[in-house]
């Protein structure tokens, strides 16, 4: 090698320069990864709450207004944790730190589109019960807060990403919560022998909607080998929980179709009394 | 520079420290294993309830049985208590966990058997000669005890089957009101996905076939009378 | 089944008791998790601060007194945090939380055995380098704290669990910072053609002492098979660090090998100046 | 309730979307396609200064053949930036992220070749035609930069040995010291466990070899008389 | 300098092989692409199997509409086959096996609704626009086709269980009818592909569940009477 | 230069025995595959239990056909018993045990369908040829005839199903007592071997599904009364 | 009854089909083995050149030995290639393709090693008595002579090292400018294969090894003198 | 009720035999954990040869301290001979496999310790007071010896760094021609254990490192003298 003839830098100012500008890395990548840890120690508060969340939603033992007024409130205090990421995040592209808060966003989702079920479910036909899925577009609008340091007509509000992925695997597992239900309905629905009327059936008919929806969206997304594998994984998740529902419809079913077979049917009606329901 | 020696001394100490811990282990097991030969045998027992009356003894009587191998269960958690001792409790409890699980169902189904309720904690506990408190060393685990009592449901919805096959029409509509009260219970929780989360998942399936079975008897008046009571 | 004659409980007042005790158990794992939840928080923090410790102590173009204090006053910092945690788990038994802050401890002992090793290190000789091991006993001094709630004679001190699996694990890992300190000394000792008075061997010794003794105990551990597993893993990890050690001392004799068998002997004295080797 | 459909319709807008994306995303990679072109070009390049310097174009020559090629980059980054748009740059970054540490240590290398010392962040983006601003939407960034400088201390590596049986012994003097000084800087990071810590990990090695040429020409008395200077 | 050209001349020539052979399974890839977008549109039509009849369409209907799109799966085909050649078929086999699988299993499931009978390999190949034959080139492999046979009886499976919740109890009678010979004929066979084996597997598990729709239907007295004939 | 030629003939003695016991190896593997097809046509002729008595064989004849093929069973284990060899029985038994596990539970089924009750070890060994005793060489391990067992067990659920379809209510009620015995006596053991351990935990999954058989049978009235004895 | 004789009679000539099927591929392995055994027997011979010349053949001796067994070796790809057929080549590529590549690797050694110059893809097919155009059938992979050729440079790396030991300090230097051209060419190319592409990998690394050893020669003036040409 | 009691009488011998046969193997462990111990012992030891001479033991007294040693590892090996019994050695082999393959690894580095040469089979089985006969019962398997070869050729890369380290050139020298008389006999074994061949791949990056130090101390004329014979 010919060396170039040129002015070489001074060995002494060359060093120091050197230890100047990387001196100044080392501030951008500590800023950068200290940024990243507080959004995980929040991502993992939103994951417990919402967690929280969706256990307060099976409880149907209090009645269903209580039960939401609660639930709201939960809503809130983890709408909270989320608008602190955005403030945390305001200068920066949230994409890039999608990893240190996906799965509290999952989970929320997760517990919002569960919700959102619970709450249109009772208003709303199964033939119709597609209208019950939380939106992508709905997720997007509840995460936009108000801006602290808002500066005229920009920066007015904080958003945070919601890439297509994160929600289709948040909405993926509130079948695994359906499926729950749908059977503890189906319990419920053959011990009060009212078993025509089963919210099972609305259950089983929303799980086979998601499925059916994520089968095809999942199948579409171009995405690394280790996501598509989690999303097989999701899919044979789904699927067993549908067949769960499924066979927990059917049980509705054959025990409804018991009563006409037998000569008790009319000692049937004194027998079934409210009452006896609990 | 007493360290000095001290380090290759160190490392020697820590190899006989394992080859003791290695020797408590051991010894553990063995009392495990004693406990897990009276579990079998209390299975064996309690596998009579699922019988025609005529078949086998009374309920009472397996009760009975099954309370008296306690007596046996209890010597050998002392000696488990005295070989783990205070600080090792949480070193050495995946050991046991098991068995304990298992003699916490066995209890919790024999106080439903006898007197048709939750039996409690500290009951549980003192059957098998533990304390409930943590601090107490060798006690009784909240998850096993809960995880009991979900093993005890299992085995309800299977008795509640066999009830009808036997012919007694009244204790399934029992095991059915009970069991129900138990899931309102345990839906009080925040679980996390561990062991006890995953056996509470299959709660809801006893209970889907206990009311099956209710259903069943009621759709063919074979149930207690209304007036009756219970 | 026969059922026993006795007196069942009435329903109404069963269903209360249970809803009673039920709510107890819920507070007691709600207060368990959200304990741990904490103490995984505390942890995270320290893994950040131990790693961010252990690339200060590699930084050697500051005096070493310069560099001690600043990482007595990180390791300060560190141990707020642990004191944090044993604070938290004053009434627990803190063996119950270790996997909480498992990583953590790791990474503190890591660090703090590579600090002893340095501080050390000069007034040691090769042959008695293996005094320069963190032992567990000191690990364990390190983390007593005074009880701030201490009563009387008892209570005095919060001390944290430290688990011999631990400190092996963490003490496994000091290799490979002592592996890239050896080589860096490789370098320089060559560059200053100081061959024979190299680091690198003082290294190299003390990663082959490590290597030993953990080969030794880790084969001893009567552990689980996923720990199993991680102590082959590490060991594994260990000997190819020890190789790159003893490759590194190998250049370094070679390279002292190189100059008697050349003619350009005497020429070398005068080249070798020290102004040379900046 | 326009809902209603929405819901259904929701999903045929993600099946859109996703074939959006997709389209995106092939366009993309066509154009990544195009940058790795370009970077084996200068890679070929580049290989000249291994070679003695009769064989093949001088320093300087390749220096400016890299650069040359630099306008078709920048032309490349500058379509990618228009595919990518500002909101989009860390969904897709993963794919362009081998070309760019590549060109970034090109043009490291480059700068050192032509005047002997560290190319700063903002030149190298320059060249690329990006900005080294996160704000900006397509940029450089830092982790991409400080990887194209690790590539180049090893290139550092390989270039000294190869002067030397050039009968060069000037150059290695020179890379040594150069990256002693870039040891230091990195040196001052706090990294994580991640790609970057990795390659980072290997300048160890690289600076011992580059120690290993700069002493074989030491006790050989073939280097720079001291009074030369540099 | 002669020997040099000929290296660099040998090594275009590969590289523009390679870019050749990449851009053929690049058309290859948006081939299966659309294929597969076929697939999930049979998919979502065929799904409707399992809703309640009122909801949705007979089930004439739905194979009517399933079969209208293998005219586009066979110019699919057709174009495939024009690019992959007779000799590459297996060379390339991997990237549309996982499709063509499911079609067959597709064609299966609609021939079963249609008449009752299982498909023949013929039959689904010429559905599909393709040969038997190895030697014709793009062919049907028996693997395909047999793997597209279990992953019907999976189907059938739960069309049993969601045929009894829409109060139809003949049609499970006549799947179980079916599975039975299905399965005979498996037993038959020695399969060494791991994956059919354990598709193969899952089978056994599919029959079982059917059985059991059928046990529940007759121990109720639901099932067609005798003299209905079926 | 001695030395070297020791070392390669004693590489080469190592070779020539490396290959004696690959083709031993190949040998046992056709031996087992003839064995493996005489599973197959077993496995066919007993599937004929599940169906309606009037489609097939009737039981008895289906267990004499049976029978008849171990006559060429007990050809293929006497010529394995030679190939392997007294001492090497464990070196290569993962190589059949799969085969004889199934014979295993082929013959305790049958012997069920017979005489209703349990098969002892030596009589399956006797049919198989082979001998209970490890001093033999070639035998019949405890763990296949268990895991043949267990298998029967999983087998007689689906026969108790298939028999109240087939309107047969009396077989159900032997089966539930032979298997709770069957239950009662595995309770007994002590099992370490996990796939052993697996399987038994099947077992009672089949045990609560054949009681949920005779329960339908009972709660409707349908089994046989208790004074027609059995 | 018609129907069942249909199904059973189809997954009869299935049966047979994919038995015909496993004995191909059973002799195809059996031939594969016959090749596997040449390619040791040359790999011994080739390990010759590592030796001093004094003690083993000289490199014109080996290069004759090996081109020897080749006549072996043409006559097993001879069989192969009927057994396989040519629509199925790639079907069982896999199983040859190893030996393949190290045939290719050691007529690449040997074409250097006798003339210095880089093998050319015909010359090896020729050898092997293969064709190099797909459309024959059975024919030398371009991906496997390429695979060769990495092959081969990593085993001159490992002959540079010990010629300088065995006091040749030519060899070496002609090994470098070969490697450097032949690593220029790979360089040309887009590898998207990924086996290939990390052994290319290996290229870089061998590469520098080379050139290490040229160094070590140079720096110690060991080398021919420039005026004596090479 | 006779039957039953023949049912749990069976089991209770079953129970026994399983009993009797877990004490057998919890004793056979005990012994394996002996062996371990003595493993460690040797290994803590031998690793002395890569100390710097002054700081330990001479190459001598380290040889005689192993081979001290395995007095008692005999006495284990006879212990676990009577336990194990003639049939059923390769029922337990997988316990005491990776110990026995220490020792030998630990014997043939010995062997050439003190004589430079290669251990033979019979010498090491002898060593460990064990038969090389199948027949024999209880003996040296020869994958477990290959595998100690293997073990050894790595552990000997290792000394010839340290060995230079140490300012020894003339061992490493010897190291190198027994290896490369090793790898030749290898190379004969057509292997198809997948873990003695993963081990043998690893030989040959031994084989290459050897060979590396060699050369660095021929380039440097530090090896012996040719007329000082070795
Ligand atoms: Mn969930
Ligand atoms: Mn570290």
């Known amino acids: 090698m010919e060396p170039v003839q040129s002015q070489y830098p001074d060995s002494e100012s060359r060093k120091t320069d050197i230890l100047a500008v990387f001196a100044q890395f080392r501030d951008e990548l500590d800023i950068r990864y200290n940024l990243h840890e507080q959004v995980v120690k929040l991502g993992r508060d939103i994951t417990v709450e919402s967690k929280k969340l969706i256990f307060h939603l099976h409880r149907n033992n209090v009645t269903t207004d209580v039960l939401m007024l609660d639930a709201e409130k939960k809503k809130t205090s983890i709408l909270k944790k989320f608008h602190e990421i955005a403030k945390l995040l305001v200068l920066e592209d949230s994409l890039q730190f999608i990893r240190a808060y996906s799965p509290g966003l999952q989970e929320f989702i997760e517990a919002m589109s569960f919700m959102q079920f619970l709450k249109l479910e009772s208003q709303t036909a199964t033939s119709n019960i597609h209208t019950a899925v939380l939106t992508l577009k709905q997720v997007q609008n509840i995460l936009i807060f108000p801006n602290p340091a808002a500066t005229g007509d920009k920066n007015e509000h904080l958003t945070l990403a919601v890439p297509l992925v994160e929600y289709l695997l948040g909405l993926a597992d509130v079948t695994g919560e359906a499926m729950r239900m749908c059977i503890n309905c189906a319990a419920e629905s053959i011990g009060s022998s009212d078993l025509n009327n089963s919210r099972s059936y609305k259950l089983c008919a929303f799980v086979r909607i998601l499925y059916n929806a994520f089968q095809v969206c999942s199948t579409q997304i171009d995405s690394s080998a280790g996501r598509m594998k989690l999303f097989k994984e999701k899919l044979r998740t789904m699927h067993s929980s549908l067949i769960k529902c499924e066979d927990a419809c059917y049980t509705v079913k054959v025990r409804g179709q018991e009563i006409p077979n037998h000569l008790l049917k009319t000692e049937l009606l004194t027998v079934s009394s409210p009452s006896y329901t609990e | ?230």
Chains 1, 3 share one sequence.
Not at chain 2, 134 to 144: I, P, Q, T, V
């Open chain 2, 1 to 230: 520079m007493n360290e000095e020696v001290g380090v290759f001394g160190m490392f020697r100490d820590i190899e006989s420290f394992l080859k003791t811990e290695h020797d408590v282990k051991e010894k553990i097991r063995d009392n495990v294993n004693d406990l897990e030969q009276d579990a079998r045998r209390i299975s064996t027992i309690l596998q009579g309830i699922h019988q025609p009356c005529s078949a086998g003894s009374t309920t009472k009587q397996i009760c009975h049985q099954v309370k008296a191998i306690f007596d046996s269960v209890r010597v050998c958690y002392e000696k488990l208590s005295l070989l783990v001792g205070k600080q090792q409790y949480f070193k050495y409890c995946s050991l046991w966990q098991g068995v304990t699980t298992r003699f916490s169902f066995y209890l919790s189904l024999v106080e439903f058997l006898e007197f048709g309720k939750l039996v409690e904690r500290q009951k549980v506990a003192d059957l098998m000669g533990l304390s409930v408190e943590k601090s107490a060393g060798f006690h009784l685990e909240l998850d096993d005890y809960l995880c009991g009592l979900l093993l005890m449901a299992g085995e309800l919805s299977r008795l509640a089957v066999n009830c009808v096959t036997a012919g007694d029409f009244k204790t399934p509509i029992k095991i059915s009101k009970f069991v129900y009260d138990l899931e309102a219970g345990f839906r009080l929780l925040n679980l996390k996905n561990d062991f006890l989360r995953k056996k509470y998942d299959g709660l809801k399936y006893d209970s889907k076939k206990i009311e099956q079975v209710v259903y069943d008897i009621k759709i063919r008046g074979l149930g207690p009378k209304i007036d009756e009571g219970e």
